[in-house]
């Protein structure tokens, strides 16, 4: 799970935008730094416009990104201004 060189965190999740990745509201991601992440990866994203941190598997297209939820009953949304803050690598979950 945790790569040696580089900085790795965790995030505990709000909402149920990635439920059909296994990830649910107060699981605990582990987040490994980097700036960038392949098409389909889950990521960690920092959205200046709108003040916010999201999770969401994110897509390159043309001057804009595309943020998906992995879940049916909500809308992929598309941002022009989005930083990378790095990619999902594991999910803690208590089991009680």
Partial sequence: MLSRGF?????????????????????????REQPTVDDGEKA????????EVT???????K??????????????FYETNVEIQGKVVGVLRSEF
Avoid: F, Q
Avoid at 55 to 61: D, G
């Fill in 7 to 31: 900085n790795h965190y965790a995030l505990k999740v709000s909402g149920r935008s990635m439920i059909e990745e296994g990830i649910s509201d107060g699981d605990i991601v582990i987040v």
């Fill in 44 to 51: 960690v994203a920092y959205m200046p416009d709108r003040n």
């Fill in 55 to 61: 999770l969401k598997k994110i897509y390159r297209e």
């Fill in 63 to 76: 001057n804009r990104i595309k943020l998906v939820p992995a879940n049916h009953t909500m809308k992929p």
